[in-house]
T-cell receptor, first 113, second 110 residues
């Protein structure tokens, strides 16, 4: 089954404790992206990647890192999480083609206390 | 930067038509999308329209694009309770970056 998976689905952590949210897709998509969803703000793009070893900042990259060492994986790293990073995070992937339909993962709800 | 705006909430009666509106600022937008998010789930693409089109119809969904006014709308005919969800408008100039709106929560009253 074609899908985007994220882990963990829920995470509660404390300020400053490094964490990684994994994202994996099995559709051989070139493009992958991370978004955060906050009430009243919609989805905001954090980082995106157009292929292996190619990443670029989105609209809200501060406090986040990403890597794209393999085509299928695109982990999101919070080196020193802060409470303002409490949010719902979505990973998405797509082919690099016109229309760019993105397939979304189920989301990771992160709480930083 | 690019901006996409939507009203936050819409309430309609079951069987009526719903119209969700969106405005965007990027004049170089190539593709405009409508995504649906059901409670507790990720987003799913409903439909998209290429910028050189004015209208696209797909079963109960009709998308209208007014490129001059940078206005996009989604009409859902014969709205059902299963249509209750958050609907996101989005735009992209290609494949590099997609900008999403704030989302419109559609409530369908039985």
């Amino acid at each position: 089954e074609a899908q985007v998976t994220q882990n963990p689905r829920y995470l509660i952590t404390v300020t400053g404790k490094k964490l990684t949210v994994t994202c994996s897709q099995n559709m051989n998509h070139e493009y992958m992206s991370w978004y955060r969803q906050d009430p009243g703000l919609g989805l905001r793009q954090i980082y995106y990647s157009m292929n292996v070893e190619v990443t670029d900042k989105g609209d809200v990259p501060e406090g986040y890192k990403v890597s794209r060492k393999e085509k299928r994986n695109f982990p999101l790293i919070l080196e020193s999480p802060s409470p303002n990073q409490t949010s719902l995070y979505f990973c998405a992937s797509s082919h690099l083609a016109g229309g760019n339909e993105q397939y979304f993962g189920p989301g990771t709800r992160l709480t930083v206390t | 930067g690019e901006d996409v705006e939507q009203s936050l909430f819409l309430s309609v009666r079951e069987g009526d038509s719903s119209v969700i509106n969106c405005t965007y600022t990027d004049s170089s937008s190539t593709y405009l999308y409508w995504y649906k998010q059901e409670p507790g789930a990720g987003l799913q693409l409903l439909t998209y329209i290429f910028s050189n089109m004015d209208m696209k119809q797909d079963q109960r969904l009709t998308v209208l694009l007014n490129k001059k006014d940078k206005h996009l709308s989604l009409r859902i005919a014969d709205t059902q309770t299963g249509d209750s969800a958050i609907y996101f408008c989005a735009e992209s100039g290609g494949y590099q970056k997609v900008t999403f709106g704030t989302g419109t929560k559609l409530q369908v009253i039985p």
